[in-house]
């Protein structure tokens, strides 16, 4: 179910008040006509009638119209050109040739995007690529950048060319070090050992498919037998959910270790020399954004080794490895020069240690009651004292235009949050490399807090600064707002930038309700994949990013977009569009139901309430579509300042936060303005008509259209030739249709002089003020766009 948006809602609570009056006026009508009443209401009727002058101001002013039947009308007509607008606004979005493959999936709160006052944002695959190319692995004493890869190859060809010279005298293994690791002595290994047990580790602790395309030639088959593929490394692309598990398997296989067949129960690797090792796979325990790691459990064909891999991030790794001296050093390190890090461990099992794990593991699956816990402390089991083999690290560089869009997001008045799962010092260099923080700009890091009294005092020290970014973890945010969440959020909500770092998808949709409640300004969530459906539809806006990671995000979000840098123009310009727009037809279009309401009140009044419309028929019909319908829907093409300068000046963004464009305010002007118009068409129908009373509806009619279109010309910012032609349309088929309202017009007179002048001077009385009174405001009181037009 969709969620209408707070213009809507604001716009349906105006109409809905109009409409409480008109039945409130209603009732006072029949109790007038009903001929058996009791006494005291025909007194208070007479005292009504007597004090006609005092009644007709309260009519005027608090009952805008008599009969119900035309607020319903009224409400129908505002619903219906609401979503029409809302529809043309998606459409005009999706054929933005500037926007490319942006999708509107929500038909209720394009306007949403013109009133945005916070932006929570992913960062990998968001402001990111998420294109992973790898760049340093650290084995502990030694560590290999880009410009060194070429060694790891050389230890690679060598260790696996003496392996198979081994082979070559006793075919009894097939890695350079065969006996389990439990059975072995433990002795330094050299350097060229622990790169080969690294680069091993890599190719085989990953989900990745590799997939070979069909041979040129091959068409008309959607199913291609195994010899019409071509499985040569340079028709080989990989698969996987992750791109960096991609990125590690590209890099093994361009040290010389290549994945070339996978299956539910074996992979294959290839060797430097060309031959191909193959091994087992018998558990596998898929990475989950609680646990942060995964594992798998793999048998070497030719020496019957078991060995559990596994990898993940550090902060779930370093508990699990035997104790070092180096990890969490350098994990910082790497992370402060931006990259993605991931820990690979392993641990070798016997026989009977793999047989065991397996029994208990079955047994757990089949549980009734806590599955997943009871699998989850089998798995946990093998996690203790792994070996650790490496450390490393791959580079997601920012996507094209961030660091202007920010910019233009952050001048817009837009406060952004970055929420991530990456390591602290990673998520901080990408805020400053994408300027989400400026490089001048302090930043605050929250100390990890684990009580209430740790976060009380690191709140008051964090409450000392001033106009600097904060950076906390989301185990600290936890207790924050677990003991002092009203302070929390005050403190952040003034930063001009907050990152969160080490956040999962539970406390993404927090932090945005959180926002929601405490501020109660309207919230925009993007995102790239699974793990921010929760934040996406949790905030009052979604937009989501078809990136590496599929299209969930993409498919739950209101908005979807191909890259970040299109959220500058979505918001800056239709946005900006859809709520001017909105406003100004929700508006217009009250004030076509109030005006012929208070023309109806006064003709009431001035014949003692008599029960009698004064326009029926085709002519209540034809008002309020073929006359009045196309001038007034084709405010959805208006724009008070051009896209250009709406992407120039980002600043004229946050006067639409404000709400001004549709506010009790504005609406009073609106409805005194119809009391106005109505008040001069009617009186002026009754002053000037002379003999018959189809004269009256004739002259104030014909005025009613004509203002109708010419305060359409006035609202109207920015013309375009469909307006033109909506404006001479209307007139063009109201003219025409004269000839056939013979029921309700007298023709001959509409044909005379007299008619021409009477219509053309109630018109002119009921619009005229109006435009001295427009132009009066635009030169001692212009809008702030119209200084940049000028």
């Keep these: 179910m969709q969620t209408p948006s707070e213009l809507e809602k604001n716009t349906f609570d105006f109409a809905r008040l109009c409409l409480i009056r008109k039945t409130c006026c209603k009732l006072q009508f029949l109790v007038q006509s009903y001929p058996k009443v009791p006494n005291c209401y025909i007194f208070f009727s007479g005292i009504l009638k007597r004090a006609s002058s005092f009644i007709f101001m309260v009519i005027t002013f608090t009952l805008p119209t008599i009969h119900t039947d035309y607020g319903i009308n009224f409400l129908c007509s505002l619903r219906v050109n609401l979503d029409m607008g809302k529809a043309a606004y998606g459409w005009m979005i999706m054929k933005d040739d500037n926007i490319p493959g942006t999708v509107v999936r929500t038909s209720t709160i394009p306007e949403e995007l013109g009133r945005l006052v916070y932006l929570l944002t992913d960062k990998t695959g968001t402001l990111t690529q998420n294109e992973m190319i790898f760049k340093r692995l650290h084995l502990g004493t030694v560590s290999y950048g880009t410009d060194t890869m070429d060694e790891i190859q050389s230890h690679i060809i060598n260790s696996y060319s003496q392996v198979h010279s081994q082979n070559s005298g006793n075919s009894t293994s097939s890695t350079p070090s065969r006996k389990p690791q439990s059975s072995a002595p433990k ?463 980002p600043e004229l963004y946050k006067d639409l936060t404000k709400g001004r464009s549709l506010s009790f305010k504005t609406f009073l002007i609106w409805v005194l303005i119809s009391i106005y118009q109505g008040g001069i068409l009617m009186y002026g129908a009754l002053l000037l008509f002379e003999s018959e009373f189809v004269h009256v509806v004739a002259i104030s009619f014909t005025a009613l259209i004509l203002t109708e279109l010419l305060m359409v010309a006035l609202t109207i910012r920015t013309w375009h030739w469909l307006m033109v032609v909506a404006e001479f349309l209307s007139l063009g088929c109201y003219v025409a249709s004269l000839a056939f309202l013979n029921e309700y017009f007298d023709v001959a007179f509409i044909t005379t002089v007299t008619f021409l002048w009477k219509v053309s001077a109630i018109t002119v009385v009921s619009c005229l003020p109006l435009y001295i009174i427009k132009y009066l405001k635009r030169k001692f009181s212009p809008p702030s766009y119209s200084k940049l037009t000028s």
């Design 187 to 649: 002795v330094r290994k050299s350097v060229s050992s622990r790169i080969h047990e690294a680069v091993k580790a890599i190719a085989l602790c990953h989900n990745v498919t590799p997939v070979y395309e069909s041979r040129a030639g091959v068409s008309g088959e959607t199913e291609y037998a195994e010899v019409d593929q071509d499985f040569s490394d340079e028709n080989r692309t990989y698969q996987a959910s992750s791109p960096d598990e991609v990125a590690l398997v590209q890099w093994t296989e361009s040290v010389g270790l290549t994945l070339v067949n996978r299956d539910l129960t074996s992979m294959q690797l290839k060797t430097p020399d060309g031959h191909i090792l193959t091994y087992y796979i018998l558990q596998i325990f898929p990475f989950t954004s609680e646990s942060k790691r995964m594992g798998i459990i793999v048998r070497d064909e030719s020496s019957g080794e078991i060995t559990f891999y596994m990898k993940g991030a550090d902060v779930a790794m370093s508990t699990i490895v035997q104790y070092n001296d180096w990890l969490e050093e350098e994990c910082g390190n790497m992370a402060r020069e931006g990259l993605r890090t991931l820990v690979v461990a392993k641990k070798s099992l016997t026989e009977e240690q793999y047989q065991d794990f397996e029994s208990r593991y079955n047994q757990a699956k089949l549980s009734i009651h806590d599955r997943n816990l009871k699998v989850a402390a089998v798995v946990e089991s093998l996690e203790r004292e792994m070996e650790l083999l490496c450390l490393t690290g791959v580079e997601d560089q920012l996507q094209a235009d961030v660091r202007p869009t920010l910019e233009m997001l952050r001048n817009a008045g837009i406060k952004i949050w970055m929420l991530t799962g990456d390591k602290l010092e990673t998520a901080t260099c990408i805020a400053k490399s994408s300027h989400l923080v400026s490089r001048t700009q302090d930043i605050h890091i929250f100390r990890p807090v684990t009580t209430r009294g740790e976060a009380h005092l690191e709140l008051n020290a964090f409450r000392r600064k001033h106009d600097c970014a904060l950076v906390i973890s989301g185990d600290s945010l936890e207790v924050c707002l677990k003991y002092y969440e009203h302070e929390f959020v005050e403190l952040a909500c003034q930063c001009p930038a907050v990152v969160c770092c080490r956040c999962s998808p539970t406390q993404k949709a927090h932090i945005v309700k959180l926002l929601q409640h405490h501020t109660g300004k309207r919230t925009c969530a993007i995102g790239d994949g699974g793990n921010d459906v929760s934040m996406i539809q949790a905030a009052d806006c979604g937009i989501g990013i078809e990136g590496k990671e599929g299209k969930q995000a993409s498919l739950a979000a209101d908005f979807s977009i191909t890259q970040f840098k299109h959220i500058g123009r979505l918001l800056m310009v239709h946005g900006r569009n859809s709520y001017k727009r909105s406003a100004a037809l929700g508006q217009f279009v009250m004030h076509r139901g109030l005006i012929i309401s208070t023309m109806q009140a006064v003709f009431s009044s001035v014949f003692y309430f008599a029960s009698v419309p004064l326009y029926q028929g085709f002519l209540m019909v034809g008002y309020a579509t073929i006359y009045t319908m196309f001038p007034v829907f084709s405010l959805v093409l208006d724009q008070d300042v051009k896209p250009e300068m709406a992407l120039l000046y």
